[in-house]
């Protein structure tokens, strides 16, 4: 599907690119670590077809210009903040996966007037949420992680989108960097008010008893719904089956899960 529309807007002093496909409610959609919108696959088509989808390239990454700042979650919330407000909408919703879920639910617990409604696919509260080799491997990537990724998909998909091939080591430097720091979000979630929507898979890069305490903070799976359905909380969760880390983005069961909670189901 061709972007009907597609930007570079200046936030806090760093340039964000962006595309815009399909019309309706707004919905702002942030890629995993080393990507760009493009790795939604189908599913950026299938979601487009009943909102109006903003993909957004995360600070150094696909069509956004490398930035001379440290990456932190913190920074790139205020960033979407700033973008949402920008691009003149009042409100929207997040759906973010992996690295972007977590801007996406900074953004929801830093500026909640923003979020509509928020979709957090393979997307921990805490950095020990992940299992122990995915932490390991985080923390063993470093600057040098940029040669080794140069014969990965993450590398084409970066060359062919981005406006300066030779920053690819800043982005693989900054990413690096920032998946390191540790942190517990845990204390925030009970406070958000804001629907919202966990998703993984039965293979994801965290155990589903990660996404089942993420939920319990939200205050889902307490109690029995009642056959009225008056125990249950406007959050959900989701678990695919067959699903990996390495495929959740782009399988077509994603965009089924979640476009009935985007309509407000």
């Known amino acids: 599907m061709q972007a009907n529309a597609s930007g570079v807007a200046k936030v806090n002093g760093i340039e964000l690119g962006y595309q815009i496909v399909g019309d309706g409610e707004p919905l702002v959609l942030l890629h995993g670590g080393f ?5 939604f696959g189908p599913n950026l088509e299938l979601l487009a077809a009943g909102r109006r989808v903003i993909g957004v390239d995360l600070q150094s990454h696909g069509r956004s210009p490398a ?11 205020d960033d ?7 691009l003149g909408f009042e409100r929207a919703a997040i759906m ?14 830093q500026h909640p007037d923003v979020v509509e409604r928020l979709v957090l696919v393979s997307t921990p509260f805490r950095r020990q949420g992940w299992h122990p080799e995915m932490t390991a491997g985080m923390d063993a990537m470093g600057p040098e992680s ?10 084409e998909g970066y060359k062919r989108v981005a406006p300066r091939v030779e920053d690819w080591p800043v ?13 517990d979000w ?27 305490e993420f939920f319990g903070l939200l205050g889902g799976g307490r109690r029995d719904a009642n056959w009225d359905r008056s125990g249950m909380t406007h959050h959900r969760l989701a678990i695919l089956p067959g699903v990996t880390h ?20």
Do not use: C, W
């Not at 973010?96 to 900074?106: A, D």
């Open 35 to 39: 990507g760009s919108v493009d790795m």
């Open 67 to 77: 930035a001379d700042r440290p990456m932190r979650f913190e920074a790139m919330a």
């Open 80 to 86: 979407m903040a700033a973008l949402i407000r920008g």
């Open 96 to 109: 973010g996966f992996s690295l972007g879920g977590g801007v996406g639910l900074r953004t929801a617990i």
């Open 146 to 155: 940029a040669e080794e990724l140069l014969q990965t998909p993450l590398y």
């Open 171 to 183: 982005l693989v430097r900054q990413v690096t960097e920032a998946v390191k720091v540790d942190y």
């Open 186 to 212: 845990s204390p925030e979630i009970p406070g958000l008010r804001m629907p919202v929507m966990l998703v993984i898979g039965d293979a994801d890069g965290m155990p589903p008893s990660h996404a089942a």
């Open 246 to 265: 390495y495929d959740i983005n782009a399988v077509p069961a994603l965009s089924a899960a979640v476009i009935p909670f985007l309509d407000g189901a």
